[in-house]
């Protein structure tokens, strides 16, 4: 008899005993970590992760020497900074890192730049996922985007191994011209601090440590090293303060990240008001901080005033914090409670817990959510007479104007800056431009119409190609990085004068701004359609393009205000260092320093649109403000008021979708409060992003917590619910606010 047996039988039987086989190695290699864990909570009682952080901690530190807890709080060095360091080969090529307790199961702490994306990863061969910038993404409004923003860098922090981001930036917009401004989340403490918690706690959720800075007051890069911010408390607390609260609140982060400037005669990383007052007796954090990179100006004075951790090196927290512990000058406590924080941080985040894993970054994945998000922070400002959206089966000819618009958009320099993929390591200031093509991107969404290139550089050319096609679309720039700030808020490069020359040829030009904070518009009566990009990330063109022709519908909204002009801002001009300080702080013998130059914020409690609205100034675009290709209507205020200092408040409204296609609206809620509370003329409380079909209605219902209905008293170091009258205001942008209801609050 013969028996047949057929290929495919045979491929079955190999994988099924395979399989089989990987199951057995899987169950015995899964038995044996088992056993070792149970092994190392004989040895490590601290690996019990059943225990609370602040148990593990303590019991860790119970069992350090004095050499253990001095390696704990400082850096060891990071590629181009200072003199090469013995330990520098266990680095990551990261920003900095902070050597483990092997003996007790502490790992290394391995930091990475990674404001919208994981910085330094061409150094070690790997990709890194480009999100929209900080700012970009402040724009969507949305809650639940910042947590993808923040799940997908903590992922690709894993898997380039890494366990800590010094991302998370709240800074609020005092100065548009600040360099870093597309780091941070805007102008409007709510806002900021709402969105910059919920990328902390998603981030987080990822097992690394979570960072906020830079506290506070960091508002300039022009001297920033030897600035000091004169402000008073009350104006500190309900503006920049605010949103660090907030941020902590919502996000836990582990860790917080001192700046560079002094605040009121003390420099950030030493100020006891901030570090100790502030930060862990009113608000109760208890993860660790970490200066900014050198700055760190003192040995005693920041370890009493509440620093933990010097970055990236050894000057001050090094050999001469054990001297002055072994010579008494700092307590064995103090630096007991800096190690304390450190080790809590580790616990909290589950770096201890779950250690580091390098694996492959899913860059398909990375793309996606990068474009979602750019989508969604993609803000129209003009439309006139309904030129977008671009119907690409209709046009027959688009011109592609503006520089790299033929290869890629810009990004933001400095220490936040993600290489681009397939390229070298950026340098700190370069200008880089991801690899995505607006022209590629248009070309595709217009297959039957004449996409035409011209860099701009000949405005005359430019103008030429824009007559003789049916739309122009003009891609500008502004580029932005840490250590500089802008002249003014104009694009460079005689952009300005490119773009009038265009829609004079063309009326229906389009201009994308890709820029990382507000810009001046001369020209703006002149252009059909103004969208604004901002560091669009690894797929921003595909993002705009989908919004130019209407896959997308706009839904963003801008948070902060564009000026018509810098004559506009609280100060005109920027202040300065003095001649011959060549931007440094003095140092004095004992290691101390001091600020060599001030900047008074006058202005105080009116930051953003409270300028604007307190000094009847009109502006180009307000606060809140971004276009979409349906419109919306609100009725049906009803406010019901809190009970007392702690109540919340609710205010219910109905949204209608009143246009003809699908869109999403960001509702915002904004208080006025009794005038003797002295403050500007009404502060944003609430908002809510309502997706609707064409002609849906939705009820909608913010609650507004008492906090943000009260004011800071510096005399009682607290917050005060002003009785009186409040206007409760809700509409569609600080300056669009159709409904109001007056209600009355009492303590």
């Known amino acids: ?187 409007d403490p709510v806002l900021a601090g709402t969105l910059v918690g919920n990328r902390i706690r998603c981030e987080q959720a990822q097992n690394v440590i979570g960072d906020i800075k830079h506290y506070a007051a960091n508002d300039q890069e022009t001297g920033r090293n030897e600035v000091d911010v004169l402000v008073d408390k009350r104006s500190l607390r309900e503006s920049d303060l605010l949103a660090f609260e907030i941020g902590i609140e919502v996000g836990n982060p582990a860790a917080v990240m001192c700046s560079y400037n002094a605040i009121n005669g003390d420099f950030a990383c030493e100020n006891k008001y901030l570090l100790t007052d502030v930060l862990r007796d009113s608000w109760g954090f208890k993860g660790f901080v970490l200066s900014d990179w050198g700055g760190t100006h003192s040995t005693i004075k920041a370890s009493a005033a509440g620093l933990d951790n010097e970055e990236p090196e050894d000057l001050y927290f090094g050999a001469n914090l054990k001297d002055a512990v072994q010579s008494g000058k700092v307590p064995m406590s103090e630096l007991d409670e800096h190690v304390r924080h450190i080790l809590r941080s580790e616990f909290l985040s589950g770096i201890v817990d779950h250690p580091i894993k390098k694996s492959v970054v899913d860059i398909e994945g990375g793309f996606e959510t990068a474009r979602k998000i750019a989508e969604q922070s993609t803000v129209l400002l003009k439309n006139a007479d309904s030129l977008l959206p671009l119907d690409g089966a209709k046009v027959r000819s688009i011109a592609v104007i503006g520089p790299h618009a033929d290869t890629g958009m810009i990004s933001g320099g400095g220490s936040a800056q993600v290489d681009p993929p397939g390229r070298p390591s950026a340098g700190w200031q370069a200008h880089v431009w991801y690899p995505s093509s607006p022209l590629k991107a248009v070309s595709a969404k217009a297959p039957g119409a004449t996409v035409q290139f011209d860099s701009g550089e000949n405005p005359a050319s430019a103008a030429a190609l824009a007559k003789k096609s049916d739309v122009a679309i003009v891609f500008v720039y502004q580029w932005t990085s840490e250590g500089a700030d802008l002249p003014n808020l104009s694009l460079p490069d005689a952009q300005d004068a490119l773009i009038a020359q265009v829609a004079a040829a063309n009326p229906h030009t389009i201009v994308v701004l890709e820029t990382g904070t507000a810009v001046t518009m001369p020209w703006i009566d002149k252009v059909g359609g103004v969208v604004e990009a901002w560091y669009a990330g690894s797929k921003g063109a595909d993002a705009v393009a989908n919004v130019l022709f209407g896959d997308v519908n706009p839904g963003a909204k801008l948070p902060m205000t564009f000026p018509r002009a810098e004559a506009d801002l609280p100060h005109p001009h920027m202040v300065v260092p003095p001649p011959g300080t060549h931007g440094r702080a003095a140092v ?106 064409a002609g849906e209605s939705k009820q909608v219902q913010v609650t507004v917590k008492p906090k943000y209905l009260s004011i800071f008293d510096e005399a009682r170091n607290a917050w005060k619910l002003e009785p009186g009258s409040y206007r409760i205001m809700v509409g569609g942008s600080s300056q669009d606010l159709p409904l109001n209801q007056t209600i009355s609050l009492s303590l």
């Not at 119970?62 to 090469?84: C, F, R, S």
């Not at 330094?120 to 910042?146: F, I, K």
């Not at 509702?667 to 409060?673: I, M, P, Q, R, S």
């Open 1 to 187: 008899m013969k028996t047949t047996i057929s290929l495919r039988s045979v491929r079955g039987s190999f994988f099924l005993i395979l399989g089989l086989a990987a199951a057995a190695f899987a169950a015995h290699a899964q038995h044996r970590l088992h056993n070792q864990g149970d092994d190392q909570k004989q040895q490590h009682p601290w690996m019990d992760s059943t225990l609370s952080p602040d148990q593990r901690a303590e019991m860790v530190l119970k069992e350090m020497t004095l050499d253990e807890k001095i390696a704990l709080v400082h850096g060891n060095g990071m590629p181009g900074w200072g003199k090469p360091r013995e330990n520098a080969y266990m680095g990551n090529g990261g920003a900095g890192f902070v050597l483990g307790i092997p003996r007790l199961g502490i790992p290394m702490i391995q930091m990475s730049d990674a404001a919208y994306g994981v910085r330094s990863s061409a150094e070690n061969g790997r990709y890194s996922t480009a999100l929209p910038s900080n700012v970009a993404s402040a724009a969507s409004w949305d809650t639940e985007a910042a947590c993808e923003y923040g799940a997908l860098i903590g992922r690709e922090l894993r898997a380039q191994g890494y366990n800590m981001t010094l991302g998370g930036g709240v800074n609020v917009t005092r100065e548009p011209r600040n360099g870093r401004t597309f780091e941070y989340m805007g102008e």
């Open 588 to 693: 004095a013998s004992n290691g101390d320093a001091k600020p060599t130059f001030s900047v008074r914020y006058d202005e105080g409690l009116k930051v953003g649109y409270k300028w604007y609205d307190a000094e009847n100034k009109p502006v180009l675009f307000p606060f809140g403000f971004g276009l979409s290709y349906t419109t919306f209507s609100y009725s049906a205020l009803a406010v019901k008021p809190g009970a007392g200092s702690k109540g919340e408040t609710t205010v219910s409204f109905t949204v209608k979708n009143t246009g003809s296609r699908a869109g999403s609206e960001i509702a915002e809620v904004y208080a006025a409060l009794p005038a003797s509370a002295g403050e500007p003329p009404k502060r944003l409380v609430g908002w809510a992003k309502v997706q609707l079909n």
